[in-house]
């Protein structure tokens, strides 16, 4: 399946503002990426979710009938130029986003690579842009060198994550750390390379009419707004410790366990209430 780039950033000179161009031939059909992003995000604006002057991540479905071609998207900010750093006519750091779009019922495997090395660290160094360009943009994307990050990206060797992974009707959440990314770039390989061979992604949700995010990376939401969000695994920086929902289809979602060992969850402290009333109502009937 074939997998369309973009790439966002701006000019040095004061005309030259924020803008998307092609890192690769635009796929046959493919809306333009700003109608793209304009569909949102689990059915909120992309803007609500992530910060793009930050290190974020976004890997999704859009909402579409499950009889209809899957589109995934793969949105990467807080991103910059690999050669110099460069800054605008205001003296503003000049960033960079990237964006990947491709069909298909999984992740499609550029998509998937891609956020592997972007979530290893991998980007670190930057991404191929040049600018001081006349037109309208005043930047470019090194189509060239961008390929080369993409292979580079397919042969990276992630091992799958250890321990025991979310099943599919859960949210996961972590705090978000370099070990966390890691981490969550083992779960996006034993989903895309194991798991996927059932039919994963549609009882996690993740594709249809009311798909939600595989996995977010995030510095603007909490864990309450997350368990919102619902994405199948999702780190940031507001959580502390993990959390784990469970997605019920009846009732939206609901806390079943909590691994930060700092709280009581919603069903245990239920159960215990439950448990001590039991006890005490069994004593009055005894005494009685």
Request: proline letters at 6%; glycine letters at 10%.
């Amino acid at each position: 399946m074939t997998t369309t780039w973009f790439m966002q950033s701006r000019g040095r000179l004061s005309h030259q503002d924020y803008s998307w161009a092609p890192a690769t031939a635009p796929g046959t059909g493919l809306p333009s990426p700003e109608n793209l992003l304009a569909r949102g995000c689990g059915g909120r604006s992309i803007s609500d979710i992530i910060d793009d002057t930050k290190s974020s991540l976004l890997l999704y479905t859009l909402r579409e009938r499950p009889d209809r071609q899957q589109t995934w998207i793969l949105l990467m900010t807080g991103l910059h130029p690999a050669a110099t750093a460069e800054s605008d006519h205001m003296h503003r750091d000049i960033r960079v986003s990237v964006m990947g779009a491709g069909t298909g019922t999984v992740p499609p495997g550029e998509l998937a690579a891609v956020a592997c090395l972007f979530l290893t660290g991998g980007l670190q160094d930057g991404v191929p842009v040049l600018y001081g360009l006349r037109d309208d943009k005043g930047f470019a994307v090194d189509g060239e060198a961008w390929a080369e990050v993409i292979a580079r990206a397919t042969r990276l060797a992630v091992p799958p994550a250890d321990g025991v992974l979310p099943r599919p009707n859960t949210v996961s959440l972590h705090t978000d750390s370099p070990a966390n990314r890691r981490r969550a770039a083992g779960m996006l390989v034993y989903l895309t390379s194991r798991v996927a061979t059932g039919d994963f992604a549609g009882k996690a949700r993740l594709v249809g009419t009311d798909a939600r995010p595989l996995l977010v990376v995030t510095s603007f939401l909490g864990a309450e707004s997350l368990k919102s969000l619902m994405p199948w695994c999702g780190l940031s920086e507001r959580v502390t410790g993990q959390e784990l929902a469970h997605v019920s289809k009846e009732r939206g979602w609901n806390v079943v366990r909590s691994l930060t060992g700092k709280s009581v969850t919603l069903g245990l402290a239920v159960y215990a209430v439950l448990t001590v009333l039991a006890a005490i109502g069994a004593m009055i009937v005894l005494l009685l």
